[in-house]
């Protein structure tokens, strides 16, 4: 959510997806997740078009809103064939509309996860630095190396964000420069803070760019958001310059 808005003050058209059942994303977007006509949830279970089920939020990006349905809904898919490929077909006709196409995926390997990493061309993998979560990464690695092989293989790693950091903890830092030493260039040089403001946003319902852009949080997300954008050009230079080449 944050990201997203960070994004639209670029400016950059963008579309956030909330693939997760609890909608935080929707409800952080200022979007109420119980008065929603439609949803993610009729889109995956082809009862909606995913461009009827869009709405525009007041930081300038669209939202395709998720909420508790889509507990739901996972059970309905385990049935269908090509189940993991329900959100990569929705999403497809939209892919020129946006530069950005944004997923929040529930925190689990679900059948919603892998719809969402089977229809993303990447992964940004937010996490703490602590010894948790580095094992996690871990897991997750190795899961999308699976899912590259069997379902999606365009997808890799965007870039690791480290969250909630904080710098007095000594631990904090070395997990960080584990991660640096690990995956190198795919760690985002923008670090996301331990932040009160960041904290209070969401029950504003404002991203943090939109509650206090001025803020160490907001100030984060806003280069984070350039750091993407840079990205992005710098792959599509790289392609067009591969292409010209192959020419």
Same mark, same amino acid.
């Given at each position: ?22 909608? =935080?994303? $929707?409800?952080?977007?200022?979007? #109420?997740?119980?008065? &929603?006509?439609? !949803? &993610? $949830? ?5 009862? !909606?078009?995913?461009?009827?089920? +869009? %709405?525009? $939020? ?9 909420? +508790?349905?889509?507990?739901?809904? @996972? +059970? ?26 944004? &997923? ?8 919603? $996860?892998?719809?969402?990493?089977? /229809?993303?061309d990447s992964v940004i993998v937010p996490m703490q630095c602590e010894y948790y979560a580095l094992e996690g990464i871990s897991a997750l690695v190795e899961t999308i190396e699976a +899912? ?7 997808? @890799? ?11 007095? =903890? ?5 997990? !960080?420069? @584990?991660?640096? =030493? ?24 404002? !991203? &943090? ?9 907001? %100030?984060?997300?806003?280069?984070? /958001?350039?750091? %993407? ?6 792959? #599509?230079? *790289?392609?067009?310059?591969?292409? @010209?080449? *192959?020419?």
């Open positions: 959510m944050n990201l997203a808005a960070g994004l639209a003050r670029a400016p950059q058209k963008v579309l956030l997806v909330d693939l997760d059942p609890q909608g =935080n994303a $929707t409800m952080g977007s200022g979007v #109420d997740k119980r008065a &929603i006509e439609a !949803s &993610i $949830t009729e889109v995956l279970l082809g009862e !909606s078009d995913a461009k009827s089920a +869009i %709405v525009r $939020t007041a930081e300038d990006f669209d939202l395709l809103p998720g909420n +508790i349905d889509l507990t739901a809904a @996972e +059970i309905q898919l385990m049935d269908r064939g090509e189940r993991e490929q329900q959100l990569k077909a929705a999403l497809e006709p939209l892919r020129a509309d946006y530069d950005f196409i944004l &997923i929040d995926c529930p925190p689990a390997l679900s059948l919603l $996860t892998l719809n969402a990493l089977t /229809a993303a +899912i590259r092989a069997r379902l999606n293989p365009k997808l @890799e790693i965007e870039g690791v964000l480290r969250t909630m950091f904080d710098v007095r =903890n000594n631990l904090a830092n070395a997990v !960080s420069a @584990e991660l640096i =030493n690990h995956f190198g260039d795919k760690v985002f040089r923008t670090i996301v803070p331990r932040n009160v403001r960041l904290a209070e946003a969401p029950s504003h319902g404002q !991203s &943090i760019v939109g509650y206090d852009r001025a803020s160490r949080g907001g %100030v984060a997300y806003l280069g984070l /958001a350039g750091e %993407v954008v840079r990205r992005a050009r710098e792959r #599509d230079v *790289a392609a067009k310059k591969a292409q @010209e080449a *192959a020419a």
